[in-house]
């Protein structure tokens, strides 16, 4: 009895050290979990901004190349030679200038023979004429029946219709052989020469490009929301990257009517004078057309406001979490990349610009930009 005993106490004693362990197994592995750190998202000094008061003029700004308000392909119209060029590129031209000619002897030819042909015409039409007035006469006088009176009538009328055809003929030829003149359309200067003295041409073939940069354009397109704001005749600012630091004054000059189906975008066309000829068609060029008066506004950078519509937002940093913050987005300012914010955000919060989307409620940590080294402090002297 007593040995039984004392093998319940032993079976007691090692269930108690048993649950005593898993006990503490427990403990530590909820403490262990407990230490693991909570993640958090680094982000760059250049990844935040912070709302700031500034003034801002309302504006649509376009970017692309210059281009000339007047260009035009000068082509050959008719087969030929190229012979007489007299200009290359570079070369000023005035309204209707001889540039070169096209030595086609065929189509002189034909010129040269239409122009016979009506001189023969008026000398037929000429003895027509005599042969009826003397019909006419012996009819009168009974010497001539009725019958060879009407055949004269008929003779003359021929002749009339054969003037008639010749002197069309002739002025068709006349014109194709005017077309062997190369002439330019309008003043302006040679952009482009795409052939030589002596060389054989086809009709059709681009010749010489002839342009006007009196007035350069900057073509380019803005949204629809954006597009009821512009109208020509406004004043444009552009800025050169060949000229730093300059700004150039010019106008609105044409809105496109309909918008693109497939981006939703509309056409705008700014022109910029250019007298002198100082600015060159191809330079690359911002304009921006100001379409109200300068105002103080709170702004952010275009890239912190996110969403569309109704669902525009910004992502804010309050501590060390984000928030994400409906807002109201007013004036943009395109060529300074910033955009008004009406509501919904206060001046000095940070918010985020980098892309990609950070998940409102993440732990975030912004990296301070690296500071330059001190200078070594010189050694002391003993």
Partial sequence: MNGYSDMRRAAVATLLVLGAAACGGGEGEAAETAKAPEKVTVLGATDVAAAEMTELAAGVALTGSLEPFRTAEVKAQVPGVVRGLSVDRGSGVRAGQVLARIEAA?????????????????????????????????????AMSELDFRAAEAQFQAAQAQLAAARSNSTGAAEQAGRTAVTAPFAGQVSVRTVNEGE?????????????????????????????????????????????????????????????????????????????????????????????????????PSAAVRGQG????????????????????????????????????????????????????????????????????PAKED
């Avoid at 002189?108 to 003397?134: D, N, Y």
């Avoid at 397109?221 to 704001?229: C, F, K, R, T």
């Avoid at 309909?258 to 330079?283: F, H, K, S, Y």
């Avoid at 309050?318 to 008004?340: E, L, M």
């Fill in 106 to 142: 065929g189509i002189q030819s034909q010129a040269a023979g239409a122009r016979s042909g009506v001189a023969a015409a008026q000398a037929q039409l000429s003895l027509a004429q005599r042969q009826l007035e003397s019909a006419r006469t012996l009819y009168q006088a009974g």
């Fill in 200 to 300: 054989a041409v086809n009709p059709g073939q681009t010749l010489l490009t002839v342009v006007n940069s009196q007035f350069l354009e900057l073509r380019g397109q803005v949204p629809v929301d954006q597009a009821n704001l512009v109208r020509p005749g406004q004043p444009a600012e552009f800025t050169l990257t060949a000229f730093p630091g300059q700004t150039f004054t010019g106008t609105v000059a044409r809105v496109d009517p309909v918008a693109d189906a497939g981006t939703r975008q509309v056409g705008v066309t700014l022109r910029l004078p250019n007298e002198g000829g100082q600015l060159i068609a191809g330079m690359f060029a911002s304009g921006r057309v100001v379409t109200a008066g300068g105002r103080q506004a709170l702004v952010v």
């Fill in 310 to 377: 109704a669902d525009q937002h910004v992502l804010v940093l309050q501590g060390d979490s984000v928030v994400r913050r409906a807002v109201t987005p007013g004036a943009r300012d395109d060529a300074r990349g910033v955009v008004a914010i009406d509501s919904g955000l206060q001046a000095g919060e940070q918010v985020i610009v980098s892309p990609g989307m950070v998940p409102a409620g993440s732990k975030v940590r912004v990296q301070a930009a690296a500071a330059a080294a001190p200078a070594a402090a």
